[in-house]
């Protein structure tokens, strides 16, 4: 358990810190366009994508995919660089914040936009029939896309192998769910025949525990299920947020309960200090590696390699 503790506590780490490291990077004017934090959201994003293989499955993502990104691959220079514009960036310079890939890990910045092509894979993983599956990462904005409800209607018609993730921090960008939304989402995905899952994200363990669960599910059965995961998100919807919406109040309580914190406090103290260094010279290093990167040549826009 000590091992796992670790583990997951570095990823979150890892993810934490690069996004502080964005902001500063942002701060000095060397990235291009604005950037989608997740500062607070991490142990979703490691917690299911420790179960999947990026060979095998496929993994979409949304406009705030820096954390999925880096729980699957742990490479901050691929992030970094594509946010500054550098070919070392995972595609080349040429997608940013919004638009990321690794190996079968895709983004758009379309709210719910990938839901629909999420399924249109998982009816391809079904046809090839080798066990993999697919897991669709959105907001709770993309709740209210006509396009997304029609995804769960299909995948629960065609019985796809799909695991759909809602990481519901109760804003969409800036306007609270309770002045948007009727009803709630465990009735929504009930009536499309969907079996509902819900995970309030504090506990980096009880939540990787629970994906573990969930991903087995979906490959052993072969069917959708949904998964809610509550959750805060301590930066602001893009850089331009001064985040005036969010009370005192409930960011206090998120700081209590911010779950990288709180498995922090889990781990040996000379252990969680050698992570952190770790993580920190990882950055770093990331950090030079992606200013030294040169700009991709205009001339080669359409080619580029395989990640």
Partial sequence: MNELKESLFRKMLLIRKTEQAIDALFSMGLLR????????????????????????????????????????????????????????????????????????FFTNGITGGMVPIAVGLAFAQKKRGHGGIVVAFFGDGAMNEGYVMEAFNLASVLQLPILFALENNGFAMSTDQKTTTAGNFESRIKAFGIEYHFDQATNAIETYQKCGQLVEQVRRKGTPLFAEFQTHRFSGHSKSDPREYISEELDAYWRTNDPLERLGKEIDPGKKSQIELEVEKRIEDAKIRSMQSPFPNPENEYEGEEK
């Avoid at 366009?33 to 060979?55: R, Y």
């Avoid at 496929?58 to 946010?83: D, F, M």
Wanted: glycine fraction near 20%.
């Fill in 33 to 104: 366009g604005t950037v989608h934090g997740c500062i607070g959201q991490e142990s979703i994003a490691v917690g299911l994508l420790s179960h999947l293989d990026p060979k095998v499955d496929y993994i979409t993502g949304n406009h705030r995919s820096h954390g999925h990104y880096l729980a699957l691959c742990g490479e901050p220079e691929g992030l970094l660089g594509e946010l500054m514009g550098k070919r070392i960036g995972a595609v080349e310079g040429r997608g940013g914040s919004q638009h990321i890939r690794y190996k079968n």
